[in-house]
């Protein structure tokens, strides 16, 4: 297969050029599509805003980032404001502002990854592709992405590309894959589909566009289920749940205390209150026992307090 990737500066250029505002709108058979797929995506749900997460991939599919007109699709089809698509749009990381390269490769740096190699990777990939966290190289083919977590603490360090797994990764292998990506080499996951896509592709799939690859490859490999095969080893078994078709009778108000196991009700308590609160260890309710709590100053901070709970 081969990948034949936009220059970053051609894909600003097909979108926003100095001097000229950026695309308002579709050409007609793009927004016809479109639209088309967005009424599917509405149909899913029972109030129309609520498809704006997938509609904003739709179009991420179609410009290979959130763009202006895009919002404005969004905005128009789903009867909000573009203020309000916006503030969505800017909240999520994977919806992206500016144009994404062919592939995003992102780092996982959090605890177990980068203890066992994350950072690592991380210094190698930046150095090697001159690139930085949310940067796309100059061919248009690479976004390098610092990421907080992939999910896949048990096959640390990882690193995904288009959220396709790439299990117990090196520096050396890093670089590697990444050479291969903008060379337009195929490249095959540790886990899940047989290939990887393209950005633009698998903005299509998080719309709820299937691309018929949901089952290819493995999904749990061994160390995913390590835990389940030591259970059966041993013998271990989950707690039984009660019947939950059966409710728990209703208590009696005299049972209450006993089954509860509160006893009679403390001193100062009121009756049908929580047993917990004012009991030992608790801090609510407690007796002033020291002298900042019997000082003029804590019954002034105390009626404050109370006051302002009232207010």
Known sequence: MSVEHEPVQDALLRTRVDGERH???????TRERLAADAAAIVARYPQARSALLPMLHLVQSQDGY??????????????????????????????????NGTYTVGVCTNT??????????????????????????PDGAITLERVECNAACDYAPVVMVNWEFFDQQTPASASDLVDRLREGVPVAPTRGAASVCTFKQMSRVLAGFSDGRADEGVG?????????????????SAPAYPDAGEPPAPLDEAAKPAATGAGPTPAGQQPGADPKVGAEQSSAQHAPSTPADTSDEAAERAQRSDDAKES
Not at 112 to 136: N, P, Q
């Open 23 to 29: 695309a308002t709108g579709y050409d007609d058979a």
């Open 66 to 99: 959130v763009s202006p007109r895009g919002i404005a699709f969004c905005a128009a089809t789903l009867g909000l404001s573009t203020a309000e698509v916006s503030a969505v749009a800017t909240f999520y990381t994977q919806f992206k502002r500016h144009p």
């Open 112 to 137: 177990l990854c980068a203890i066992m190699g994350g950072d690592a990777i991380w210094e190698e990939l930046t150095e090697h592709l001159g690139v930085g966290h949310d940067e796309t190289t």
């Open 220 to 236: 749990a490999g061994e160390p995913t289920v390590r835990g389940t095969v030591l259970a059966r080893e041993h013998g271990w």
